[in-house]
């Protein structure tokens, strides 16, 4: 039986029920070999026991020989020497089957010892895959539990100068140094070394943002040209591997990634029903009452490539028309809702996350299970506890991976230190209960429209996970 080992142990995508029926193959054939190594060397035990007494006899006629040669009887030396002759033809033959039967008797011990090793290299390829397949449901898991932790009721307002200033010292490098890395990594490197500034309210977000725009931009610029310098020379931790799509399942970053889908960077959750309903009525037949006879049949083949023109046409139209709309708006200053929709996107286009946020809440939701009915107040302690621990911006899975194994081995007592003390310093707070941020209006949107988007579709088994997934067949079905 050939099995391609080789192939077998150097893929990582063989089905478990593969090596299963590759390893029953294998053992079922032990047996039989077994069973011939057994019969094999019963075999050659006679015929070893054959050779014995042939040759014992052979000597005894030699002596008997010299006797008869001794005595002078020449007619018992002409007989016993014929006997003997004979003997030796009957012992050249069994030592050419010793011979033989030990060859094949060698060949079958190397048959079950190759099979036997083969069941188990093949044993320890499907337990190390078992193991990377558990561990990849793991992080799958993980990173879906991380995805589905909303942080949209705060922002960390340098987080948008950061990026600008990053595209453009970007843009202004060489080529070949440009090709190297992206803004957003230039972007997520300054991050982690300036000190965040989260907001929950619209009127910290002004005081704050003026802040910045009148005493961080030569700080902002500093941190980007340090970022840079320190990608050109080549960080060990840089990796070009993108972030799960399990990390955006939050409205914020569906909306990101669907404005991608939809070439739209404008888009809104109010806007995808409406684009999902215009697409489904351009599919309408057109031509469902004409008769299949022969003499219509070329009409109906006209008529359907004029639909399929007419919708192709319309498509570009609208393709077109979003990429003027953008060139039209990237000429106007935005007005300050269109800025946070831009924010409430951003990640979810650029792929990118502050792993802290995510974490922090999760810590936060153990440390001040009893605070979270005050959702204002709560909001205010986790933006004052992120403003004072480092940032952990990353556009990697292997940075996302590296950073949470530095917060579960060194930062949860930090941590949980500062959500005690930002706790104590909001004793007494009153929040502004009518100045949220304009996310919590872009979630509202989300709600609204979800159940639109799955009456459109009718799929309803449509969720966050496969929201985008979905949605992007549809479009190309």
């Known amino acids: 039986m050939d099995i391609d080992l080789e192939h077998l142990l150097a893929s990582d995508?063989?089905?478990?029920?593969?090596?299963?029926?590759?390893?029953?193959?294998?053992?079922?054939?032990?047996?039989?070999?077994?069973?011939?190594?057994?019969?094999?060397?019963?075999?050659?035990?006679?015929?070893?026991?054959?050779?014995?007494q042939t040759r014992e006899e052979?000597?005894?006629?030699?002596?008997?020989?010299?006797?008869?040669?001794?005595?002078?009887?020449?007619?018992?030396v002409q007989i016993i020497t014929g006997d003997r002759i004979q003997n030796m033809q009957t012992l050249a033959k069994f030592k050419?089957?010793?011979e033989s039967l030990t060859q094949t008797a060698q060949a079958l011990?190397?048959?079950?010892?190759?099979?036997?090793t083969k069941i188990q290299k093949i044993q320890a390829k499907r337990t190390d895959l078992a193991g990377k397949i558990r561990s990849t449901k793991?992080?799958?898991?993980?990173?879906?539990?991380?995805?589905?932790?909303?942080?949209?009721?705060?922002?960390?307002?340098?987080?948008?100068?950061?990026?600008?200033?990053s595209i453009l010292q970007h843009s202004q490098l060489?080529?070949?140094?440009?090709?190297?890395?992206?803004?957003?990594?230039?972007?997520?490197?300054?991050?982690?070394?300036?000190?965040?500034?989260?907001?929950?309210t619209m009127s910290d977000y002004n005081t704050k943002s003026r802040f910045v725009s009148e005493a961080m931009p030569q700080k902002i610029t500093d941190a980007v040209k340090r970022a840079i310098q320190s990608l050109r020379m080549g960080d060990p931790l840089h990796d070009s591997t993108p972030l799960p799509d399990e990390l955006f399942c939050v409205p914020a970053g569906l909306l990101g990634c669907l404005s991608l889908t939809f070439n739209n960077k404008n888009l809104r959750w109010s806007d995808v029903p409406k684009l999902l309903r215009k697409t489904q009525e351009q599919r309408a037949p057109t031509a469902s009452s004409i008769s299949m006879s022969p003499e219509n049949s070329t009409r109906y083949v006209r008529q359907s490539e004029a639909a399929h023109i007419q919708q192709y046409l319309q498509r570009t139209k609208l393709r077109k028309t979003n990429q003027e709309q953008d060139e039209a708006n990237s000429g106007k200053s935005l007005s300050l809702e269109d800025k946070f929709l831009e924010l409430?996107?951003?990640?979810?286009?650029?792929?990118?996350?502050?792993?802290?946020?995510?974490?922090?809440?999760?810590?936060?939701?153990?440390?001040?299970?009893?605070?979270?009915?005050?959702?204002?107040?709560?909001?205010?302690?986790?933006?004052?506890?992120?403003?004072?621990?480092?940032?952990?911006?990353?556009?990697?899975?292997?940075?996302?991976?590296?950073?949470?194994?530095?917060?579960?081995?060194?930062?949860?007592?930090?941590?949980?230190?500062?959500?005690?003390?930002?706790?104590?310093?909001?004793?007494?707070?009153?929040?502004?209960?009518?100045?949220?941020?304009?996310?919590?209006?872009?979630n509202f949107e989300y709600q609204a429209a979800m159940p639109e988007i799955t009456n459109i579709l009718n799929r309803q088994d449509l969720s966050p996970e496969n929201l985008v997934s979905v949605i992007a067949e549809f479009l190309k079905s």
Do not use: W
């Not at 793991?138 to 990026?163: C, H, Q, T, W």
């Not at 230039?186 to 907001?199: D, E, Q, T």
């Open 96 to 98: 050419q089957e010793y």
């Open 344 to 442: 409430y996107v951003l990640r979810g286009k650029l792929k990118y996350i502050n792993a802290i946020e995510k974490l922090v809440v999760v810590q936060a939701l153990f440390a001040m299970i009893d605070l979270f009915d005050e959702i204002d107040k709560s909001a205010a302690i986790l933006a004052d506890t992120l403003n004072n621990l480092t940032p952990m911006y990353t556009t990697s899975e292997r940075g996302l991976n590296q950073l949470c194994k530095h917060f579960f081995t060194t930062q949860i007592q930090v941590i949980n230190s500062q959500i005690s003390k930002s706790s104590a310093q909001f004793q007494g707070y009153q929040p502004r209960k009518s100045d949220p941020l304009y996310f919590r209006q872009f």
């Open 138 to 165: 793991k992080r799958k898991y993980y990173y879906m539990a991380l995805g589905v932790i909303d942080s949209s009721f705060l922002v960390n307002i340098i987080e948008y100068p950061i990026l600008q200033e």
């Open 13 to 52: 995508s063989v089905p478990d029920s593969t090596f299963s029926s590759v390893i029953k193959l294998l053992e079922d054939s032990l047996p039989a070999y077994r069973r011939d190594l057994a019969y094999g060397l019963a075999n050659l035990r006679r015929i070893e026991q054959k050779y014995k």
């Open 58 to 76: 052979i000597l005894r006629q030699e002596q008997a020989i010299n006797t008869a040669k001794s005595k002078n009887d020449q007619d018992v």
């Open 109 to 116: 011990k190397d048959r079950i010892s190759d099979t036997e």
């Open 174 to 200: 060489p080529v070949d140094i440009r090709i190297r890395f992206k803004p957003i990594e230039v972007a997520a490197f300054a991050l982690n070394r300036l000190p965040s500034m989260y907001v929950t």
